[in-house]
């Protein structure tokens, strides 16, 4: 009833993955009725190497009521530990037939044979421009905002491992494939984007 048999010894580690971040922010007014603001992260981790980021803020009050706002900005949403070292075998019914189906680490020996990589950070660009109006206890907001997302990070297809592939990761070694029918893993996939308007 339940093709998940538990972890397997085998599969229990011990993970690690270390970083280093500097961050600065500065935000200050030019004139009286412009507000400036910049933000500066660096960020390197021991796996994938290093990032910087930023972000670039405004506000202009074109009147004692109302004012405009807008803001650039770059970031980055680093995989797991989980994502990065995942090990799960289970029986899964494929056609008709019980298999073996493995969701790997992307740089285990099997899923690189299948085209898996070392994950990468998710990255993203925004944009947002709006307006605030205050009159008495009357306020309202609006703003636009645009957020562009590369490299999202899901789970592969189950990806089905032929003979060849068997042979070739035996002869390099690799133990234990002959009961593997399908293996998965995480994978950077695929890109988005969000806009809308907040009011």
Do not use: C, W
């Amino acid at each position: 009833s339940n093709g998940f048999p538990g972890f397997k010894p085998a599969d229990g580690g011990v993970n690690t993955r270390r970083n280093y971040a500097a961050y600065v922010d500065v935000e200050a007014p030019v004139t009286e009725a412009l507000l400036l603001g910049v933000a500066l992260r660096f960020e390197d981790y021991d796996t994938f190497g290093s990032t910087t980021n930023y972000k670039l803020t405004g506000q202009f009050h074109l009147t004692d009521d109302m004012s405009l706002r807008s803001s650039v900005s770059s970031g980055f949403r680093a995989p797991t530990v989980g994502q990065a070292n995942v090990s799960n075998v289970q029986t899964n019914l494929d056609g008709g037939v019980l298999v073996d189906s493995a969701l790997l680490a992307p740089t285990n020996p099997v899923s690189v044979q299948l085209g898996g990589t070392e994950l990468q950070p998710e990255e993203s660009q925004s944009f947002t421009f709006g307006g605030v109006y205050q009159l008495g206890d009357f306020f309202v907001s609006v703003d636009y905002y645009n957020i562009q997302v590369e490299d999202r990070i899901s789970q592969s297809d189950k990806i089905n491992l032929t003979t060849a592939d068997k042979d070739a990761l035996k002869a390099s070694g690799i133990a234990n494939v002959d009961s593997l029918q399908q293996v998965s893993f995480f994978t950077n996939d695929f890109d988005t984007t969000t806009e809308g308007l907040d009011i």
